[in-house]
């Protein structure tokens, strides 16, 4: 019966982090129309990756449970596969996580990512966006999106998103703000 449990357990984690069904830990999030807060993370080829470079273009800036997990993976093959249309929109994608520099970098060669994913794991940029989650004991990123202007102000926030459509929901939300 203990060989029933295990497999078990990690069908619940897999199935609740695809969901992003997580408790809140700090649920102060930015809002609209707040400057949107700086920070420079290390990308998933461990450059630093600063908010303020990307002054003068939309940022998508999105948080997200785990690297390589069912409902990250599909979230991130969504945002790759627009991204010719966000690029085409003046927008670049940032995607963070508590997950380190090597977890990036391999979740970025085996899917094929382009865009850069950002390394959290002492969670400061992700606490600062009122994103900090926990799942059975376990500190996660929540799955929460914010949609930065060019002159870095959030235009636009997203919670506990679906990470099947998400990007979809982004576009037409950059296609509006963009009217």
């Known amino acids: 019966m203990k060989k029933l449990k295990i497999p078990a357990v990690a069908a619940a984690v897999a199935l609740a982090l695809a969901f992003g069904v997580a408790r809140a830990a700090n649920e102060t999030l930015p809002s609209v129309g707040q400057s949107a807060p700086t920070f420079t993370l290390p990308s998933q080829t461990g450059q630093p990756i ?7 273009k939309w940022v998508v800036l999105y948080f997200y449970p785990k690297d390589m997990t069912t409902g990250c993976t599909i979230e991130a093959h969504n945002f790759q596969r627009d991204l010719p249309k966000f690029q085409a929109d003046n927008a670049v994608i940032l995607g963070v996580s508590l997950d380190t520099v090597d977890s990036h970098k391999q979740f970025c060669t085996k899917d094929g990512l382009t865009f850069h994913l950002l390394a959290d794991p002492d969670h400061r940029v992700v606490d600062e966006y009122g994103s900090l989650g926990s799942f059975m004991g376990f500190k996660i990123a929540n799955r929460n999106t914010f949609l930065i202007n060019p002159q ?5 926030v997203w919670t506990k998103v679906d990470p099947t459509r998400h990007s979809e929901e982004v576009l037409a939300a950059l296609n509006e703000m963009k009217k």
């Open 152 to 156: 870095g102000k959030i235009v636009k």
């Open 50 to 56: 600063s908010l303020e470079s990307y002054r003068g």
